[in-house]
């Protein structure tokens, strides 16, 4: 035989191996057939490599060969191991002659769960029959030999999974059962080092995790819990102390879980992982029966229920595994009748994703999208919502619960074996992932290199694929994750639609009392409504149903994420309704994922975006790209405003279009926040320049009508922004607060030209406050000279005349954020330059200015609270809110802003910076009071979006706290100290530890304490 031919064969270096072919006694001509199977490997250079080290070892190589020319099964079972990995490898190389493992009768024949005890149990020398079997200590160390007949067990039966003689899941339940065979004989051990603890106690041991239900892989830590309770002592003895007893079933359980993890000449085995106990890590290692009683009925979230649902005794005192299992399993199927259940299975969800790192994330086999995870977690949440009623659902294994699920109608047939399918693939290549090197490990190869390539081949030839391997595996690897999200998507939603829709074929069918269990598992709290609005989008043929059949499964999900899902799926419905048969509405969530999920988002998640949305549903499309939702030029927006004057008649047309301009504005600015594409600041100015422009647009149109009914023009109107207006710091709550000043035309009489202003602004009122479907823009004068009790339009002389004479400190505070935004050019720079030295002070204000408005501040915080407010959760009023950094901020102005010309800005947080940069505030205080001022801000605009009505204060109601929080982004997690904290409480604690500080900085700086 020739290198070529070797090279067809698979051999990579060829000539390498005719030469070792050679030296190791085979003819190339005529030991075709051992050439044949080790060709066949996943690696045959790795294979005929392996081969060479072990007949270098073996006392007897001319046998081997012998049997290996024999014995076809032994040829190719071992040409297979030792091309798959070089682990099994070298376990042969340092055992010769425990390559005859893979030969015969026994190599081909799966063992039962009891004869792998009980061959594991004579190897430490203890009997299996015995009740609490004790290992034969002597000179030789058990551990070892433990070790070398668990790898022995492991070889046979990588053998028969090479050559296809067993399934995954026979591979699997043999891994789990030798795993809990080994732990026996450990515990053995552990009682023969221990005899005194071994009297004192019974230790049962729990497999959970895939140990527990039977699906363990070559190498995987195998989770346990340990329950325990005093040993029984004859009639007469003393009973042994509870504390005692617990502190021996300790020392045995650690003593235990010490023996496969060693490390010697065999390396170690795996570890052994009690984290899944009652308070994790934190918990006791070792409890009594009570002890899990008591906790589980008390404590334990409902992810522990999810874990507990592959709960299975696996090793120790058999009596006392079957007495936990009667106390837990009741428990287990009861979680999904939990309040929090929704909230604990999304964390847990989220919490799986967030601990894979970025560039891992395509290549998990188990965590990551369309990974084993998504199908696990499928098939544990609807045994959860369905095996509350249904006991047949109830194993722990995942493909025996999927058979089950489909048998009874929770699951339809082909997504079922889609989905076995797919774990099958997955698990297979995790399984040859680990069998490389006996190491745990999830992740494919990352293809970057040589030396990837080559594994990436190696896999694709053990799946089978031969004509180019890696090209092969990357894309069934990249079909199935593809099918598993789709089924996962699938597998829980699209039967909620066969029930109400009565679709043909042979899909899953929920009964009406099933559909309600599902949709109240995922977090609807009118799941019969929902089944109706479900019915209402899916049923009959239209084409629109048809497409409502293929995007409800996948949006039903996203409903379930959001903090209201009976909400946002009336809201959906609405909107599809009021956009009918358009055509581009259904293409477009369709043909575009994003849209479809932002929408669920927003609908689920704010009653204000849903008002806004149902008025102008075409305005959905703008959900599909990012620019689309950013604030926009000023100058386009008032280009778009003048558009829309010229297209009507009336006064009142042309001002309710310039509203609906304003609506879409909020619209896209509401959404953009809660989608995280602007941040507080960005929404602010949008909301700023859109009321802006209505009231420019507003102001020529009432100036118009006024001047019509009147014949002649008399004065020029000015209308100056204040407050968050001037600052441009709107909410979607704020009033316009606004002052306005006029100036009669020349020669005209001031009495007639205020009267003409005056009816100009109350037109200005009326047409932007009018009820109409548009939402109104209150405009609010009180910020203006003499309160209430003054005029409310002035000459720019009378503003002269006032501020010259009669001005208190708080107007030249309030000053300090006045805008000309609409009216007369010229007007606009008068007003500025002449309010400019009454804000700006020349040297600053003086001592007793400093004084009053100290007062001030100390007199509003005493009577302006609403009664019972908390003032610590107050986000305008309450401490370290957003007044506290305001006045700090105009105190530092009213004092240095003559100084600092670029300190005399309207902005709060422009302000904060100058001030900051100039070293008139520190940066730590800088940083402190920014963060109190935009945080209080995001709170006080999620509250409108929530709740689509305003308030001042975090919302009282948790629920309510919940839902804006999840709008904030908060998720469930763990603290510092492992203690589960939900998103209200995350984001009661981050409000209260920002003002709080911000109000230590506030105290120091503004009252210089």
């Known amino acids: 035989m020739t290198a070529g031919a070797l090279a067809r064969r698979g051999f990579s270096d060829s000539p390498r191996a005719l030469r070792l072919l050679t030296g190791a006694g085979l003819d190339a001509s005529s030991d075709t057939v051992v050439i044949d199977s080790l060709g066949t490997a996943p690696d045959p250079d ?21 049997d290996l020319r024999e014995d076809p099964a032994l040829r190719d079972r071992l040409c297979r191991v030792l091309g798959t990995g070089t682990a099994l490898t070298d376990h042969l190389v340092r055992h010769p002659g425990d390559w005859r493992e893979l030969r015969g009768a026994d190599a081909a024949r799966t063992p039962e769960p009891e004869e792998l005890r009980r061959g594991l149990m004579h190897t430490v020398g ?105 040993a029984e002592v004859p009639e007469g003895d003393e009973p042994v102390d509870d504390q005692a007893a617990m502190r021996s079933a300790t020392r045995l359980a650690t003593a235990m879980m010490r023996v496969p993890v060693e490390t010697d000449a065999e390396g170690s085995l795996w570890e052994v992982d009690p984290a899944l106990r009652p308070e994790g890590k934190n918990g006791p290692l070792v409890r009594p029966l009570a002890g899990h009683r008591a906790y589980y009925e008390r404590w334990a979230k409902t992810w522990e229920f999810q874990a507990l649902l592959k709960a299975r005794p696996i090793a120790g005192d058999a009596e006392l595994g079957r007495a936990y299992m009667e106390v837990i399993t009741p428990m ?88 076995a399918d797919a774990y099958r693939f997955l698990r297979r290549l995790e399984h040859l992932l680990q069998l490389r090197r006996l190491r745990r490990t999830h992740l494919m190869p990352a293809a970057d290199s040589a030396d990837a390539q080559s594994e990436l081949r190696l896999l694709g030839r053990a799946l089978g694929f031969t004509a180019d391997p890696v090209r092969e595996l990357t894309e069934a690897r990249r079909r199935v994750a593809a ?105 477009l969530l369709r043909d575009d994922v994003r849209v479809a999920e932002r929408m669920a988002w927003l609908l689920g998640t704010s ?159 009326r047409l932007l406050e009018t009820p109409a ?53 010229e007007l606009r720079t008068a007003f500025t330059a002449l309010i400019d030295p009454i804000r700006y002070p020349l040297g600053g204000v003086d001592a007793s200015a400093v004084l009053e408005i100290r007062k001030l501040k100390a007199r509003m915080e005493a009577e302006r609270l609403p009664r019972g407010a908390d003032p610590t959760l ?60 935009r945080l209080a801000s995001r709170v006080r605009g999620m509250v409108m979006l929530v709740r689509g009505r305003s308030g001042d204060s975090l919302p009282s109601d948790l629920r309510i706290r919940a839902a804006l929080a999840n709008a904030m982004g908060c998720r469930s997690a ?7 904290e939900g998103p209200a409480e995350q984001l009661t604690e981050a409000y209260l530890r920002t003002t709080r500080r911000a109000r230590a900085v506030m105290e120091r700086v503004f009252y210089d304490d």
């Open 607 to 765: 009653r204000y975006v849903t008002e806004l949305l149902l008025r102008a549903p075409e305005a959905v499309a703008m959900l599909a790209d990012d620019s689309e939702l950013v604030r926009r030029d000023p100058k386009v927006l008032s280009t778009e405003a003048d558009a829309a004057l010229r297209r009507y008649d009336t006064a009142e047309e042309s001002v309710s279009a310039v509203r609906a301009l304003r609506r879409r504005e909020l619209l896209r600015t509401a959404a953009a926040d809660l989608l995280e594409v602007s941040n507080v600041q960005e929404v602010g100015a949008a909301l700023t320049d859109i009321a802006a422009v209505t009231i420019d647009a507003a102001l020529r149109v009432a100036a118009a009508r006024v001047l019509e009914s009147e014949g002649e023009s008399l004065t020029r109107v000015c209308v100056i922004a204040m407050g968050r207006f001037g600052g441009g710091e709107l909410t979607y709550a704020s009033d316009a607060d606004v002052m306005y000043v006029h100036s009669p035309l020349p020669g005209v009489d001031g009495t007639k030209a205020t009267r003409q202003a005056m009816a100009i602004v109350r037109e200005l009122a």
């Open 332 to 419: 287990v199927w009861q979680a999904s009748s939990r309040k929090d259940f929704v909230e604990d299975v999304q964390a847990m969800r989220r919490r799986v994703l967030e601990h894979i790192p970025a560039d891992q994330t395509d290549r998990e086999l188990k965590l990551g999208p369309g990974g084993l995870r998504d199908i696990e977690f499928s098939v544990q949440l609807l045994q959860l919502v369905h095996g509350r009623a249904d006991d047949r659902l109830r194993s722990g294994t995942t493909l025996v619960a999927l058979t089950s699920l489909s048998e009874h109608g929770y699951v339809g047939r082909q997504d079922a074996v889609g989905l």
């Open 874 to 933: 107050h986000t305008k009023l309450g401490r370290g809110g957003l007044s506290d950094v305001e006045w700090v901020v105009q105190l530092i102005q009213l004092r240095h802003a003559h100084e600092y010309p670029d300190l005399r800005t309207t902005g709060t947080l422009e302000a904060l910076g100058v001030a900051v940069a100039h070293g008139l505030l520190t940066a730590d205080d800088g940083v402190v009071l920014e963060q109190a001022w």
């Open 126 to 230: 203890a009997d299996p029959y015995a009740p609490t079997p004790v290992a034969a200590l002597s000179d030789a160390d058990p551990r070892h030999a433990l070790r070398v007949a668990y790898r022995r067990r492991v070889l046979r039966l990588a053998g028969r999974d090479l050559t296809g003689l067993v399934s995954m899941e026979a591979v699997a339940a043999e891994l789990s059962d030798l795993a809990a065979a080994l732990l026996d004989a450990a515990l053995a051990v552990a009682r023969a080092e221990h005899p005194e603890d071994a009297a004192r106690c019974r230790l049962a041991v729990i497999g959970m995790g895939k140990c527990g239900g039977r699906e363990l892989n070559y190498v995987s830590d195998v989770d346990v819990v340990f329950v325990a309770e005093p």
């Open 483 to 587: 099918e598993v999200r789709r089924l996962h998507e699938k597998l829980f939603y699209r039967p909620l639609l066969n029930a109400v829709a009565k679709l043909p074929g042979e899909e899953a069918r929920l009964s009406p009392e099933q559909a309600r269990d599902r949709l109240e598992a995922l977090g609807f709290a009118d799941p019969a409504g929902a089944l109706r609005h479900l019915e209402s989008l899916t049923s009959g043929v239209s084409r629109r149903a048809a497409i409502q059949r293929t995007l409800l499964p996948v949006m039903l999900g996203w409903f379930s994420d959001s903090p209201d899902p009976d909400a946002g799926l009336l809201g959906f419905r609405q909107v599809s309704e009021a956009l009918g048969t358009t055509p581009w509405y259904l293409r």
């Open 46 to 66: 790795q294979a005929l490599l392996g081969l060479i080290r072990i007949l270098e070892t073996d006392p007897d190589p001319a046998g081997l060969l012998d």
């Open 773 to 825: 479907a548009e939402p109104p823009l209150k405009v609010d004068t009180d910020l203006r000279p003499e309160g209430k009790s003054g005029p409310v339009v002035r000459t720019l002389d009378s503003y002269a005349a006032y501020y010259g004479r009669w001005s208190q400190v708080w107007e030249s505070q309030a000053l300090l954020r006045a805008r000309p935004v609409a009216g007369d050019p």
């Open 974 to 980: 763990e603290d510092e100290e492992g203690v589960w």
